[in-house]
């Protein structure tokens, strides 16, 4: 099935941990998304994507790396420098052209240990 | 001010109760909108499209002001299954989209 697949559903980081989340998606979409949502907010958005090997800086960048490889990767790397970690991490991915929709992938859940 | 703004919330209705949510954006040059549904601690899901002549899904309508820069959703015979928080996305020229931060809706039996 085509959808968008993040992993792990859970993820706990120690302090000073680096830890990447995963996004893959096989819809063939051009542009990938990080948000971040703290419990009771909106979505944040961390890093995007337009093409491979090319992203820009969201809102909340800081303490943050991403890589862009392959056009159906997206991954995310919260580094130590980050930290306020413990958040619900959603990846979405979508066309590039007017009136595209978001998709996402189901989360991960990141706390801090 | 805040890019995209909604109702704060959260509305408790009764079951078949008709509810309305209003988001309001500040970016003129907005393109295009969109109404996502989230449970809790899952993903959004596209609820739908917003189009400018306003369009209807079902028991769910959704409405565009352009001029008002005004968006809105209307859901008709609340359903148990309707309670979830509703964000309000206007995506800017350049696939910038921006999110509201979500009106909760609690139906009650």
């Known amino acids: 099935d085509g959808g968008i697949t993040q992993s792990p559903k859970y993820l706990f980081r120690k302090e000073g941990q680096n830890v990447t989340l995963s996004c893959e998606q096989n819809l063939n979409h051009d542009a990938m998304y990080w948000y971040r949502q703290d419990p009771g907010q909106g979505l944040r958005l961390i890093y995007y994507?337009?093409?491979?090997?090319?992203?820009q800086k969201g809102d909340i960048a800081e303490g943050y790396s991403v890589s862009r490889e392959k056009k159906e990767s997206f991954p995310l790397t919260v580094t130590s420098a980050q930290k306020n970690p413990t958040a619900f991490y959603l990846c979405?991915?979508?066309?590039?052209?007017?009136?595209?929709?978001?998709?996402f992938g189901s989360g991960t859940q990141l706390s801090v240990l | 001010r805040k890019e995209v703004e909604q109702d704060p919330g959260p509305f408790n209705v009764p079951e078949g109760a008709t509810v309305a949510f209003n988001c309001t954006y500040s970016?003129?040059?907005?393109?295009?909108f969109f109404w996502y549904r989230q449970d809790c601690r899952k993903e959004p899901k596209l609820l739908m499209s917003v189009y400018s002549s306003g369009n209807e899904d079902g028991r769910f309508t959704a409405q565009l002001n352009r001029a008002s820069q005004y968006i809105s959703l209307l859901i008709r015979d609340s359903k148990l299954s309707d309670s979830a928080t509703y964000l309000c996305v206007v995506n800017d020229y350049g696939q910038n989209f921006v999110f509201g931060p979500g009106t909760r809706l609690s139906v009650l039996p």
């Open positions: 979405a991915s979508g066309g590039t052209a007017t009136n595209e929709k978001l998709f």
């Open positions: 994507s337009q093409i491979v090997n090319d992203f």
């Open positions: 970016n003129s040059a907005s393109q295009s």
